[in-house]
């Protein structure tokens, strides 16, 4: 099926520095959604941006819908032990109730 | 509040044995529902959705299928396993007219 191009795959970082994914996609999409999972769980969802040019803040995270609305951006600042995971993107297609999903990203910290 | 249940939580299965895998959603009317597979160490593939009673759209032709009895009840089904069906098995539910997706706890189905 398709999937959103994710970047990176993985990472490793120091404890307290700051984080940055991304996803990219060749079709425009209408929602994008980012998503923590852990270890045998199902995906926790952590943001959802409505709109292009979108900047939204959860706590350490802030995630943005690309102006051309076929990317969007994670940041988390200031890292800690337990946002070790992997995270996801996903996007809705215009007119459609279909979700497309990025490949992840692994992120550990080091304490 | 609303909250979505999936069980069993882990299957151990034989080949050509059949498959019933059963999610539910409480506190909510008429969600969108959907099944996706995650392969370990992989990302999410889209199954099947369900927007309402008996409706469902198959995204990837399989020997799997899946149902809607009721409203806030999905079934992932299988007559015959394959091997290749092994992997773990994500519920996923968003409101109906909303776009926040919210994910179930998984299973794990292994064939051997």
């Known amino acids: 099926g398709q999937q959103l191009n994710q970047s990176p795959q993985s990472m490793f970082i120091q404890e307290g520095e700051d984080v940055s994914m991304n996803c990219t996609s060749s079709s425009i999409f209408n929602t994008w959604l980012w998503y923590k999972q852990d270890p045998g769980e199902g995906p926790v969802l952590l943001i959802a941006?409505?709109?292009?040019?979108e900047l939204t803040s959860n706590g350490r995270l802030t995630a943005q819908f690309g102006i051309t609305r076929k990317d969007s951006f994670l940041n988390i600042s200031a890292s800690i032990p337990s946002d070790v995971g992997i995270y996801f993107c996903?996007?809705?297609?215009?007119?459609?109730?279909?979700?497309?999903f990025g490949t992840g990203t692994r992120l550990k910290v080091l304490a | 509040s609303q909250t979505i249940h999936q069980w069993p939580a882990t299957l151990v299965q034989p080949v050509g044995s059949p498959l019933s895998l059963e999610c539910t959603v409480e506190?909510?009317?008429?969600?969108?529902l959907y099944w996706y597979r995650q392969a370990a160490g992989r990302g999410l593939q889209l199954l099947f959705y369900?927007?309402?009673?008996?409706?469902i759209s198959s995204e990837v032709p399989q020997n799997l299928s899946a149902s809607r009895p009721q409203d806030r009840q999905f079934i992932l089904s299988s007559k015959k396993l394959l091997l290749s069906d092994s992997g773990f098995y994500l519920c996923?539910?968003?409101?109906?007219?909303?776009?926040?997706?919210?994910f179930g706890p998984g299973t794990r189905l292994t064939v051997t």
């Open positions: 996903a996007g809705q297609p215009s007119g459609t109730y279909k979700y497309i």
């Open positions: 506190g909510t009317s008429n969600p969108n």
């Open positions: 996923a539910w968003n409101p109906a007219g909303a776009v926040e997706q919210y």
């Open positions: 369900s927007v309402g009673i008996g409706q």
């Open positions: 941006l409505y709109k292009a040019g």
